[in-house]
């Protein structure tokens, strides 16, 4: 079965980077592009960023573009999302979740990792 | 950023069915997807492209989408349904990835 298991969370402070991984296995990873979405505390869920299935194309919600970077690697079935600069207001749940196969929608997703942002 | 338009909270009696809204201007050009979260889980996808059920979901989930407003419906609302839902579109314009505010749904 799609399993995701996200890493790389953490306490962080305002300015500092960190990186997180999404494991992918259960399906041929390298076919599905990929979405990140967080989830502040107790708010609503947010669209974060978009790779497609061959890294080629990536798409950003304005609150991270510039500052997040979307990439995989296939080899190793691997999602990740580079935060540089984090804000206070980037604290949240980060899922990674699977792309359904006619759109965009998330048919798969992984249990989360919570990233706080504090100084 | 802009969220599609949910009511907070949705309230229904056992039994009963439950319809939770998705409001955007001419939303129905667009797919529309719906996803049910429950305390401290992730979320899971029970209506993709309006209307289609992932494998497993109930048939008493069902969606319809039609000039501004989307419509998730629970028929025989079970106390297990009790959730957060989000309904979510893809923005050609922008491409970019738009969810909904979020509809707590209590279960009497």
């Known amino acids: 079965q799609v399993q995701l298991v996200e890493s790389g969370g953490g306490v962080v402070q305002p300015g500092r980077s960190l990186r997180l991984s999404c494991a992918a296995s259960?399906?041929?990873?390298?076919?599905?592009?990929m979405h990140w979405v967080r989830q502040a505390p107790g708010k609503g869920l947010e669209w974060a960023a978009f790779?497609?299935?061959?890294?080629?194309?990536?798409y950003y919600a304005d609150s991270v573009k510039g500052r997040f970077t979307i990439s995989r690697d296939n080899s190793k079935n691997t999602l990740y999302l580079q935060m540089n600069s984090l804000k206070t207001e980037d604290t949240a749940v980060y899922y990674c979740?699977?792309?359904?196969?006619?759109?965009?929608?998330?048919?798969?997703w992984g249990q989360g990792t919570l990233v706080t942002v504090s100084s | 950023s802009y969220a599609l338009t949910q009511p907070p909270s949705v309230s229904v009696a056992p039994g009963q069915t439950a319809r939770i809204t998705c409001g955007e201007n001419?939303?129905?050009?667009?797919?529309v997807h719906w996803y049910q979260q429950k305390p401290g889980q992730a979320p899971v996808l029970v209506v993709y492209?309006?209307?289609d059920r992932p494998s497993g979901i109930p048939e008493r989930f069902s969606g319809s989408n039609s000039g501004n407003t989307a419509t998730l419906t629970i028929s025989r609302v079970e106390a297990g349904d009790e959730a957060d839902y989000y309904c979510?579109?893809?923005?050609?314009?922008?491409?970019?990835?738009?969810f909904g505010g979020g509809t707590k749904l209590t279960v009497l």
């Open positions: 979740a699977r792309v359904g196969s006619s759109g965009w929608y998330a048919d798969s």
């Open positions: 259960g399906f041929t990873f390298s076919s599905y592009p």
């Open positions: 790779i497609s299935y061959d890294g080629i194309n990536k």
């Open positions: 001419n939303i129905g050009s667009k797919s």
């Open positions: 492209d309006d209307s």
């Open positions: 979510q579109v893809y923005n050609s314009s922008g491409d970019r990835v738009v």
